[in-house]
């Protein structure tokens, strides 16, 4: 079985600090990671996937993570925050022994950026 | 030019209708998916099909029955609506899944049904 846990339901952060969101993951075989984000009454939009080869992945929005495999996380980043990056982020995974990828989701972290 | 594009996008409704929500892509995808989102915001795979072919059929109520006509659109159709199936449901497409797993799933921008 695999699952994702987002250890925050919310990060608060100011606008042009850092910004993390924390995701971990367990899953049978290689992980494949992705990170989506959910405006307000939108649907979710692609960030960012790891697949293999460099840990360090670069998306969409200046957002990157870093793939951890001894500690099975993927956590996302963003150098300087924006008030427009204030949604909500899920962390998913699919393993790579499931015959037809199932994608499980973390609950989300809502990210909020004040100015 | 949408990518992945839900009618209705709200849906109102009382306890014991039918109702059915409709999903169409343009993206040249073979495979699509639904999600319930409840209202704590989980987001939870119901069913996926792939080429017009039922893949995937997550422990959901046989209430609900998909319809893929054709590899461009998947209809989820509801039957005898209860409370409990308020929240919202989200249409997704990706390209050709069989034996490549990496391909990001694209989201249609949701229906929101309520059932009173």
């Known amino acids: 079985a695999q699952s994702v846990a987002q250890p925050e339901d919310q990060v608060n952060v100011a606008e042009g600090n850092p910004l993390t969101v924390k995701c971990t993951y367990s899953?049978?075989?290689?992980?494949?990671l992705f990170w989506y984000v959910q405006y307000p009454n939108r649907g979710l939009q692609f960030l960012l996937k790891?697949?293999?080869?460099?840990?360090l992945v670069k998306g969409s929005y200046g957002f990157e993570a870093e793939f951890n495999k001894s500690q099975t996380s993927f956590h996302l980043k963003k150098p300087s925050a924006l008030v427009s990056d204030s949604a909500l982020y899920f962390c998913?995974?699919?393993?790579?022994?499931?015959?037809?990828?199932?994608?499980?989701f973390g609950a989300g972290t809502q990210v909020v950026v004040t100015p | 030019d949408t990518a992945v594009s839900q009618t209705p996008k709200y849906l109102v409704t009382q306890m014991g209708n039918d109702k059915s929500i409709k999903c169409e892509q343009n993206?040249?995808?073979?495979?699509m998916y639904w999600y319930k989102q409840d209202s704590k915001k989980f987001l939870k795979i119901m069913f996926s099909?792939?080429?017009?072919?039922?893949?995937i059929n997550e422990t959901v109520p046989n209430r609900f029955s998909p319809k893929s006509p054709d590899k461009a659109h998947l209809n989820l159709h509801i039957n005898s609506l209860e409370l409990g199936d308020s929240a919202v449901y989200f249409c997704?497409?990706?390209?050709?899944?069989?034996?490549?797993?990496?391909?990001?799933?694209?989201f249609g921008p949701g229906t929101r049904l309520t059932v009173l």
């Open positions: 899953v049978s075989g290689n992980p494949y």
């Open positions: 099909y792939n080429n017009k072919e039922l893949i």
């Open positions: 993206l040249g995808h073979d495979t």
């Open positions: 998913a995974v699919r393993g790579t022994t499931d015959s037809w990828g199932k994608l499980q």
């Open positions: 997704a497409s990706s390209p050709r899944l069989a034996g490549n797993f990496a391909r990001e799933q694209f």
């Open positions: 790891y697949i293999t080869g460099d840990n």
